[in-house]
């Protein structure tokens, strides 16, 4: 079954602790990318990669960090630098930049 | 600046009453339009792409129209399985081609 996984689904941590997010997809996809959703509020991108070893920031990256070693995955840290963590992360991937992307179930991420 | 806007932002209707959502945008020299279903706690799910101005997709109940200034998704007949919130999003012209902007969604409950 082809896909998107994140892991974990909750994440609860401190303030002041850095933590990583998950993303693996097994769809072959070239290009994926990293969006935090917060109530009320269309999705804001945080990081893209259309390719492996490559990464760009997106629209709220400040806080954020990204590598892409393999092509199957993506994982996102969240540092202490970023203001408020709180959130719902989803990732995604699309064959190329200029198709469709598909989602992730997200990450619920809490800090207290 | 690049606008997407969608309306309403919750929507309740009864069991086999049709009604239209709107997703209306303000970018020039539109890429793509997307529509995304998200059920709560969950990633959004990819609906349909319309690329130019006059195109239709269908899928079931859902029925996706664009026009130069906006995009429709009628719901014909919902059923309350249609209950969630219903995403679009506009894949921006330009340079950076990861730019896709996302309306903030509406919010359907479909009673039975």
């Known amino acids: 079954d082809g896909g998107i996984t994140q892991s974990p689904k909750y994440l609860f941590r401190k303030e002041g602790q850095n933590v990583t997010l998950s993303c693996e997809q097994n769809?072959?996809?070239?290009?994926m990318y990293w969006y935090r959703q917060d109530p009320g509020q269309g999705l804001r991108l945080i990081y893209y990669?259309?390719?492996?070893?490559?990464?760009q920031k997106g629209d709220i990256a400040e806080g954020y960090s990204v590598s892409r070693e393999k092509k199957e995955s993506f994982p996102l840290t969240v540092t202490s630098a970023q203001k408020n963590p709180t959130a719902f992360y989803l990732c995604?991937?699309?064959?190329?930049?200029?198709?469709?992307?598909?989602f992730g179930p997200g990450t619920r991420l809490t800090v207290t | 600046e690049d606008q997407v806007t969608q309306s309403p932002e919750a929507l309740r209707l009864q069991e086999g009453e049709s009604s239209s959502l709107n997703c209306s945008y303000t970018?020039?020299?539109?890429?793509?339009l997307f529509w995304y279903r998200q059920d709560p706690g969950k990633g959004p799910e990819f609906l349909f792409t319309?690329?130019?101005a006059g195109e239709e997709k269908e899928k079931e109940r859902l029925k996706a129209t664009l026009t130069k200034k906006e995009s429709f998704l009628h719901i014909t007949a919902p059923k309350p399985e249609d209950s969630a919130t219903y995403l679009c999003?506009?894949?921006?012209?330009?340079?950076?081609?990861?730019?896709?902007?996302f309306g903030a969604g509406t919010r359907l409950t479909v009673k039975p």
């Open positions: 769809l072959n996809h070239d290009a």
């Open positions: 995604a991937s699309s064959m190329t930049d200029l198709y469709e992307q598909y």
């Open positions: 990669s259309q390719i492996v070893n490559d990464f």
């Open positions: 999003a506009v894949q921006l012209p330009g340079g950076n081609n990861n730019d896709m902007r």
């Open positions: 970018v020039s020299g539109l890429r793509g």
């Open positions: 319309l690329y130019s």
